[in-house]
C-alpha cells in the first residue's frame, strides 16, 4: 500500500462558541487545528493509511500544538520544517446556523508560505503513492515552486497527483488571479476534486456538463464533484456516477470535504492505485468508493471543529451499517 503526501497549508482554526452571528460580532473562540491539506493526511491517517503532510511551521506555540495534534493522528511530520522567519498562520472562523461558515485569514506571509523548492526531496517520492495539493498555498511564494517540485518529484516515480481548488478568494489579489493559478496546476492533476460552487467560477459556465468537460484537460482521469448534503458525482471519462449523502445533523462544515477526499483517497491507496489502473479502479468501485466518501466527510459535519470531527475508520465502517442513503 503506497502512502499519501499532503503538501500545503496547516493552520490554527479560531472557531466560535457561538453560532449564527458575523465574525465581527463574535465574542469568544476556541482553538483547532485545520488547513486542507492536513486534514486530507489525518482523515488517510485515521482511517489506518500511511500518511505525511509537507509544509512549513513557526517557532512559536502554535506550530508546537499543530505538531503534537498531527503526531497523535498517525501524520508523519518529518517532512515539516520550522521557520523563525514568520508565524504559524492563523483563520478565524464564524459559523451561520446551519453550519456553514466565513473566514478570515491572519498571515502575510505565514510560515508554510516559507517552504522552497530547495525544501523537498525526490525521494521523498515512490510508485504507488498518492500527492495531494490545494490552491491555498499556491499564491507567489516560495510554496507555490514547491509545489511544482513535489509534482515534479511524484510524477517521475510514478505517483497520482490529486488535486482539490479549494477556493478561499479573500487570500488572493483578486478572483482572476486565482482562476488563472487553478487552470494552471489543473492540468498536472491526475484527480481533481471541487465543489459544486467552486465549479462554475472556475469553469466559467453554469453548464455543468460543459463545466466538468472543461476540467478534463492534461493528466486528468477523473473529476469528483461533492454536493455537500446531496452527496457527490464521480466522472471519469465519459461516465457519470453519483451518490446520495447521508442525514446527520450538521454542526460544522469546516474539513468536511477535506474528510470526503481523504476518504476517497484512501480506499484508492488500499487498491494500489497508479496513474495507469486508477481509471479502471474508478469504474469498478465507484459506488462504493463514493458511499464510504461521503460517510467520512457527513460525520466530519456532525461534529465542531476539522480534525478533531474526522472519523476512524471503525466509526466510519459502523455509520455505514447504521445508515442509509438519502
Given at each position: 500500500m503506497g502512502s499519501l503526501l499532503s503538501i500545503g497549508e496547516i493552520l490554527i482554526d479560531f472557531?466560535?462558541?457561538?453560532?449564527?452571528?458575523?465574525?465581527?460580532?463574535?465574542?469568544?473562540?476556541?482553538?483547532?487545528?485545520?488547513?486542507?491539506?492536513?486534514?486530507?493526511?489525518?482523515?488517510?491517517?485515521r482511517l489506518g493509511g500511511n500518511a505525511s503532510l509537507i509544509t512549513k511551521l513557526g517557532v512559536d506555540a502554535f506550530g508546537d500544538f499543530l505538531l503534537e495534534r498531527l503526531t497523535e493522528s498517525g501524520v508523519g511530520t518529518d517532512k515539516i520544517f520550522r521557520t523563525k522567519e514568520a508565524n504559524t498562520g492563523l483563520a478565524f472562523v464564524s459559523l451561520r446556523e446551519d453550519g456553514?461558515?466565513?473566514?478570515?485569514?491572519y498571515r502575510n506571509p505565514s510560515a508554510d508560505l516559507l517552504l522552497a523548492a530547495s525544501d523537498i526531496v525526490a525521494e521523498w517520492f515512490s510508485q504507488g503513492d498518492i500527492l495531494h495539493f490545494g490552491s491555498v498555498d499556491l499564491v507567489e511564494s516560495p510554496m507555490k515552486q514547491a509545489h511544482r517540485k513535489a509534482i515534479q518529484s511524484a510524477r517521475v516515480h510514478g505517483g497520482i497527483?490529486?488535486?482539490?481548488?479549494?477556493?478561499?478568494?479573500?487570500?488572493?489579489?483578486?478572483?482572476?488571479?486565482?482562476?488563472?493559478t487553478i487552470l494552471e496546476f489543473l492540468p498536472m492533476a491526475h484527480i481533481v476534486k471541487i465543489s459544486d460552487d467552486e465549479l462554475e467560477f472556475i469553469a466559467e459556465t453554469a453548464d455543468e456538463q460543459?463545466?466538468?468537460a472543461s476540467l478534463f484537460t492534461g493528466d486528468v482521469?477523473?473529476?469528483?464533484?461533492?454536493?455537500?448534503?446531496?452527496?457527490?458525482?464521480?466522472?471519469?471519462?465519459?461516465?457519470?456516477?453519483?451518490?446520495?449523502g447521508y442525514r446527520v445533523k450538521v454542526e460544522d462544515t469546516t474539513g468536511a470535504?477535506?474528510?470526503?477526499?481523504?476518504?476517497?483517497?484512501?480506499?484508492?491507496?488500499?487498491?494500489?492505485?497508479?496513474?495507469?489502473?486508477?481509471?479502471?479502479?474508478?469504474?469498478?468501485?465507484?459506488?462504493?468508493?463514493?458511499a464510504f466518501a461521503n460517510a467520512s466527510g457527513a460525520l466530519t459535519a456532525a461534529g465542531k471543529g476539522a480534525m478533531s470531527s474526522i472519523p476512524s475508520k471503525e466509526q466510519l465502517l459502523k455509520f455505514l451499517s447504521s445508515n442509509s442513503l438519502q
Amino acid at each position: 500500500m503506497g502512502s499519501l503526501l499532503s503538501i500545503g497549508e496547516i493552520l490554527i482554526d479560531f472557531i466560535p462558541q457561538q453560532k449564527g452571528m458575523a465574525l465581527k460580532e463574535v465574542v469568544s473562540f476556541e482553538r483547532v487545528p485545520g488547513g486542507a491539506p492536513a486534514n486530507v493526511a489525518v482523515t488517510v491517517a485515521r482511517l489506518g493509511g500511511n500518511a505525511s503532510l509537507i509544509t512549513k511551521l513557526g517557532v512559536d506555540a502554535f506550530g508546537d500544538f499543530l505538531l503534537e495534534r498531527l503526531t497523535e493522528s498517525g501524520v508523519g511530520t518529518d517532512k515539516i520544517f520550522r521557520t523563525k522567519e514568520a508565524n504559524t498562520g492563523l483563520a478565524f472562523v464564524s459559523l451561520r446556523e446551519d453550519g456553514e461558515r466565513d473566514l478570515s485569514f491572519y498571515r502575510n506571509p505565514s510560515a508554510d508560505l516559507l517552504l522552497a523548492a530547495s525544501d523537498i526531496v525526490a525521494e521523498w517520492f515512490s510508485q504507488g503513492d498518492i500527492l495531494h495539493f490545494g490552491s491555498v498555498d499556491l499564491v507567489e511564494s516560495p510554496m507555490k515552486q514547491a509545489h511544482r517540485k513535489a509534482i515534479q518529484s511524484a510524477r517521475v516515480h510514478g505517483g497520482i497527483i490529486s488535486f482539490d481548488p479549494n477556493v478561499r478568494l479573500p487570500l488572493w489579489e483578486n478572483p482572476q488571479e486565482c482562476r488563472n493559478t487553478i487552470l494552471e496546476f489543473l492540468p498536472m492533476a491526475h484527480i481533481v476534486k471541487i465543489s459544486d460552487d467552486e465549479l462554475e467560477f472556475i469553469a466559467e459556465t453554469a453548464d455543468e456538463q460543459k463545466a466538468i468537460a472543461s476540467l478534463f484537460t492534461g493528466d486528468v482521469k477523473a473529476v469528483v464533484c461533492t454536493k455537500g448534503a446531496n452527496g457527490a458525482d464521480l466522472f471519469v471519462q465519459n461516465s457519470k456516477y453519483s451518490s446520495a449523502g447521508y442525514r446527520v445533523k450538521v454542526e460544522d462544515t469546516t474539513g468536511a470535504g477535506d474528510a470526503f477526499m481523504g476518504a476517497f483517497l484512501y480506499q484508492l491507496l488500499d487498491r494500489n492505485a497508479n496513474p495507469d489502473n486508477v481509471e479502471e479502479i474508478l469504474n469498478g468501485h465507484a459506488e462504493e468508493l463514493l458511499a464510504f466518501a461521503n460517510a467520512s466527510g457527513a460525520l466530519t459535519a456532525a461534529g465542531k471543529g476539522a480534525m478533531s470531527s474526522i472519523p476512524s475508520k471503525e466509526q466510519l465502517l459502523k455509520f455505514l451499517s447504521s445508515n442509509s442513503l438519502q
